[in-house]
């Protein structure tokens, strides 16, 4: 009998998040960041969920979010016309980039030197982080707002998605655009993979999947509901995909088979990214809620405990436990009440044993 999945709730945003993405893997492990239309960019340990802090300091809705790939800067992009640098240690800010509008797309470059950024006014934008009082680098080319961008091909060359309905390559050093790719519909998300330098982009039901140096096709897939985020799993194996169903589907990437579903959103799904050890994927929704869910369903990984048949009530009063998180006095006296439940069942569970004699 196939495991039922049971994933890890993160609460704490007061409305939907629309983006999310993971550090890399650090000596203190790796983290999540999510924006939300709260306006308040969140900062968790990846792992396990678990809040980290808040970045305070947005004066709008938090469109874009990331990390550097050692967890110790993070960007965030915003309705309130600026794009802000956050020291993800202290969680203080250090350094806000105004705009001429709204902001929807930050991204490091692997040195850290400098962020691209995208908007509503249709233009790429490079800052100089060694030198924030320069101008900016400008790139214009897009005709509607820009999504997603993201640098490629060792920081040599950009990709940018816009309501134009358009990819583009751009060279970074002259600036100028190398390759458009032209949808029928606006792109809904991109993901860029460096490890084989493969492109992973959504439009309507569609996953796509590209030579990001090339722009040439390697493959499509069909989904059975209109997809917002897809991700490719890091050994390349499946890869899984959210959209306006509430669901999340995993399918076998040589193949292109699905190979399972799974609903735990109350509302569309709106980004889905795998950790960079590929154990996870998380989730962000228009309920609100970051949830985290099991590459490998049962095994033990993080607040995953594998449940054994003669250890149940144990296990799963363990597990009960963990997957609480007292945001608030509430959650606390839930946890509280939990912990207590489980210690009056295991003591009648051992009262029982004693009387029957086992």
């Known amino acids: 009998m196939a495991m039922r999945q049971t994933p890890l709730t993160c609460s704490g945003h007061t409305r939907p998040v629309v983006d999310l993405a993971f550090s890399g893997i650090t000596p203190y492990g790796y983290f999540l960041i999510s924006a939300c239309k709260d306006g308040k960019p969140m900062l968790r340990q990846g792992d396990t969920g678990d809040w980290i802090g808040t970045f305070l300091g947005h004066k709008g809705a938090v469109w874009g979010a990331t990390l550097n790939t050692d967890a110790t800067k993070a960007a965030t992009a915003a309705a309130d016309f600026t794009a802000k640098v956050w020291d993800a240690v202290s969680g203080d800010e250090v350094l806000s980039l105004a705009h001429k509008h709204i902001v929807k797309t930050v991204s490091f470059t692997q040195d850290n030197n ?24 400008e790139i214009a080319g897009h005709t509607s707002a820009i999504k997603k961008a993201l640098w490629c091909n060792n920081d040599k060359q950009i990709l940018s998605a816009a309501e134009d309905k358009t990819i583009r390559l751009w060279n970074r050093s002259s600036m100028e655009e190398v390759k458009t790719l032209t949808f029928d519909t606006s792109v809904s998300s991109m993901e860029y993979v460096a490890d084989g330098e493969i492109l992973v982009i959504t439009y309507g039901k569609t996953i796509a999947f590209y030579n990001a140096l090339s722009l040439e096709l390697i493959k499509t897939v069909e989904a059975p509901a209109p997809i917002n985020s897809a991700s490719l799993h890091p050994e390349k194996d499946f890869f899984v995909a959210g959209g306006d169903d509430f669901k999340l589907y995993k399918f076998d990437y040589s193949t292109k088979e699905e190979l399972e579903s799974y609903k735990g959103h109350f509302g569309p799904v709106h980004c889905v990214r795998f950790s960079p050890d590929g154990e996870l994927y998380a989730s962000g929704s228009e309920d609100g809620t970051l949830r985290l869910w099991q590459t490998a369903v049962g095994k033990t990984y993080g607040l995953w405990k594998c449940v054994l048949p003669g250890n149940s009530r144990l296990s799963l ?42």
Do not use: F, W
Not at 117 to 134: F, Q, V
Not at 348 to 358: I, Y
């Open 317 to 358: 009063c363990k597990l009960a436990q963990e997957e609480i998180k007292p945001q608030s006095e509430v959650a606390g006296i839930m946890k509280v009440a939990i912990n207590i439940l489980c210690q009056l069942r295991l003591s009648a569970s051992d009262s029982v044993h004693t009387k029957g004699g086992v």
């Open 114 to 137: 400098c962020l691209l950024t995208g908007g509503n006014d249709k233009l790429l934008r490079i800052y100089d982080l060694s030198n924030p009082e320069a101008a900016p680098q």
